[in-house]
């Protein structure tokens, strides 16, 4: 199963990625994500639309 | 081990071990464990970086962390979210906890499992956090009478 990486020092917690992938990811208290699961093969297509859009580059789809 | 430092000048109440990204152990737990991985394991603990911290049973525990803590976030590099802004609610917190004002443990909680769980862009969040988790369970009685206004230490 893919994995959502996040690179920490590029985010700047806009918080564009919960926007378009709910189901694996969560925003901590500070705004900054939680990937919460592995993606699921169904959803792997949608995963890369958040590592396409970060508006920081910060996502990347490993696996 | 602590024969080797000359033997405790006053009664403990708990050991901090492996340094400040270390874990606190009940001084009584940790009395008769040989200073390795695999003697301090049990303890849930670890050599960490060989240091061995002492509190006495006339300190507060909490008071202590709460300082650690501080000092801890404030070394934070600030290159990620979750140390710059993470750390400096949770040593906000702990300092509340430890003067009994007010604090909001559920919160604390919260932010210690949202925080050091290895999402930091190195390891400082994760260290001080588990350093944080082990205060919080070993200082469970102290953690008690804070909320409840007043330090025993």
Known sequence: ?63 | MLAAGGGPAAPLRALLIGGYFGTWVDAVAAADAPFSEAGLGELKAGVGAGLVVALPASACGLVETARIARYLADESAGQCGPCGFGLDAIADQLARLAMGAEPDLALLQRWVGQVGSGRGACKHPDGTVRMIASTLEVFSREVEQHVRGWCGG
């Open chain 1, 1 to 63: 199963m893919a994995e959502l990486k996040v690179n920490m020092t590029a985010c700047d917690a806009r918080g564009l990625c919960v926007e378009l992938l709910p189901e694996v990811i969560e925003l901590d208290d500070w705004g900054f994500p939680i990937i919460t699961a592995p993606v699921p093969g169904w959803l792997e297509d949608q995963a890369h639309e958040p590592v396409r859009l970060c508006p920081r580059l910060a996502l990347l789809l490993d696996g």
